[in-house]
Structure formats: C-alpha cells, structure tokens
C-alpha cells in the first residue's frame, strides 16, 4: 500500500465486539504506514476506549443505533472522529479518576487514558461525537506512546 | 484473552494473557465471580503475558480487588509489563491495587 492520504468511514452496530472490526480494518493500514509499535498501542487504546463510551455509554448498546468512525490517516497523523446516535453527554463533568473519591469507582477512566495517550481529543458541543488525533513523531513522542 | 487457573500455598493463580479489550472485560469478570463463588478469596492475577488492557478490564481488577477486601480475602497484581503497568499507573490505580513485580513475590 503506498503511503497516501487515506480517508474512510465505517459504521459498527451498538455491540462490544464490533469494536475488533475498526480495529482490524484501521491497523491493517497502519502497519502499511509503518506507524511504530508504540503509536499503534496508544491508537488502539484510544480508539478502543472511545468505542466502548459510544457503544455502552452513548447508544446504551441500543441494536437500533449505530456507531460511525471516520478516519484520516497520513504518514506523518491520524485522525479520528467516532460518533454515537445517544443523547450526548458534558466531558467537562467527568470526574477525575485518580481522585480519592473516585479512585475505587468501576469506570471513569476512558477519556483519561484517550487524553494522556492521544495529542488531541475534543468532542462535540452535543458530546456524541469525540475527534482524536496522534501525530506520528518517533523520536519526540509523548512518554506515554 | 486467555485465562488458566493454578493453585500454590492455598492461593488460587489467575493467569491474564493477551489482549483484555472491551469485550474480553465481562468475561472476565464472570471468570473472577466464578472463582469468588466457589470460595477460592485468595487471588493472585498474573498479567506477565499481557500485552493490552483497556479500562474497563483494569474496572475489573477493581470490583474484584474491593469485594475480596471486604472478605478477608485479596487479589494481587504480579508482572505487569512496562506498557500495562504505564497505563495503571495513568489512571492512579497503582495507589489502589497491589502490584508486585512476580508471582513468586505475590506468595510470599
């Protein structure tokens, strides 16, 4: 595969294990890019962690509602955009995981890990639709990929 | 994911390996409560051969760890690799679940 600017857009049903469709899809490119390993752990983790917010947390693993992933990929960045058909939430109003509060809680670590493993993650004023970005940068790389 | 139970000194040896995504997460958990159910309280998960884990496996870790301290009973972290143990120590759970560096140090 050459190594070109490269757009796409998949739509998965509100089921967990859709998620292994994306990522089987998304990393067969990246390895024709090249991307280093630790680039791809981080990508996955991100994507993986975005997935199950909108499919659990989003559409409530609703079978009616879909998620959408959209991708660009270049040698050198990804994007991704990964939309849910749920209500949409406040990311703001998250709280932090690591808090003593919240330190014991079950879930609430998603947007943290997306946040410490990706260069950019912003979402929607409506928060059903969250944008990544990890620029590809081996020897200046963040310490957590 | 692959999941193998082994039995040392009354401690009952969960081995995680591979890759531990969202799916893998419930049933994992069903793995642990089957466990717990069966009274075996005394945990050590050895994630050496782990390669990934997304948070809601690490959630996991989490209930089980709480329900076996309210028992009398424990669930130890032993071997996590560099890349498992960045994401634990991410999210802080460092501070909440026991780590050791072996298996052999979980026993002691």
Same mark, same amino acid.
């Given at each position: 595969?050459?190594k070109?600017?490269?757009f796409?857009?998949l739509?998965?049903?509100?089921?967990?294990?859709?998620?292994?469709q994306?990522?089987q899809?998304?990393?067969?490119?990246?390895?024709?890019?090249n991307?280093?390993?630790d680039?791809?752990f981080a990508?996955?983790l991100?994507l993986?962690?975005? *997935?199950?917010?909108?499919i659990k947390? /989003?559409?409530h @693993?609703d079978? +009616?509602? $879909?998620?959408? %992933?959209?991708?660009?990929?270049n040698p050198?960045?990804i994007q991704?955009t990964?939309i849910?058909?749920g209500?949409g939430?406040d990311?703001?109003?998250?709280?932090?995981?690591t808090?003593?509060e919240h *330190?014991?809680?079950?879930?609430?670590r /998603?947007?943290m @890990?997306m946040? +410490?493993y $990706?260069d950019? %993650?912003?979402y929607?004023?409506k928060?059903n639709e969250?944008?990544?970005?990890?620029?590809i940068?081996p020897?200046r790389?963040?310490?957590a990929? | 994911?692959?999941?193998?139970v082994?039995?040392?000194?009354?401690?009952t040896?969960?081995?995680?390996?591979?890759?531990?995504?969202?799916?893998?997460?419930g049933?994992l958990l069903s793995?642990?409560d089957?466990l717990?159910?069966?009274?075996q309280?005394?945990?050590?998960a050895?994630?050496s051969?782990?390669?990934?884990?997304v948070?809601?496996g690490?959630?996991?870790?989490?209930?089980i760890?709480?329900r076996?301290?309210k028992?009398?009973?424990?669930?130890r972290?032993?071997?996590p690799q560099p890349l498992?143990?960045?994401?634990?120590k991410?999210?802080?759970?460092?501070r909440?679940l026991?780590l050791?560096?072996s298996?052999?140090q979980?026993l002691e």
């Amino acid at each position: 595969m050459s190594k070109a600017k490269i757009f796409q857009s998949l739509t998965i049903a509100s089921e967990l294990t859709a998620t292994r469709q994306v990522e089987q899809h998304l990393f067969t490119q990246l390895r024709a890019q090249n991307y280093p390993d630790d680039c791809l752990f981080a990508i996955r983790l991100a994507l993986e962690e975005a *997935l199950s917010n909108a499919i659990k947390h /989003g559409n409530h @693993l609703d079978p +009616a509602k $879909m998620v959408t %992933v959209r991708f660009s990929i270049n040698p050198d960045e990804i994007q991704l955009t990964i939309i849910d058909q749920g209500q949409g939430f406040d990311p703001l109003v998250v709280p932090d995981p690591t808090t003593k509060e919240h *330190l014991e809680d079950p879930n609430g670590r /998603g947007i943290m @890990l997306m946040r +410490a493993y $990706m260069d950019e %993650v912003s979402y929607n004023l409506k928060g059903n639709e969250v944008r990544m970005v990890k620029r590809i940068r081996p020897s200046r790389s963040k310490q957590a990929g | 994911m692959e999941l193998s139970v082994d039995r040392q000194f009354g401690v009952t040896i969960v081995t995680v390996a591979g890759s531990v995504d969202s799916a893998d997460s419930g049933a994992l958990l069903s793995f642990f409560d089957e466990l717990i159910e069966a009274g075996q309280t005394r945990l050590v998960a050895d994630l050496s051969r782990m390669d990934f884990i997304v948070s809601m496996g690490l959630g996991v870790f989490v209930q089980i760890y709480i329900r076996l301290r309210k028992t009398g009973g424990f669930l130890r972290l032993a071997g996590p690799q560099p890349l498992i143990l960045q994401i634990i120590k991410i999210t802080g759970l460092d501070r909440l679940l026991p780590l050791y560096d072996s298996v052999a140090q979980a026993l002691e």
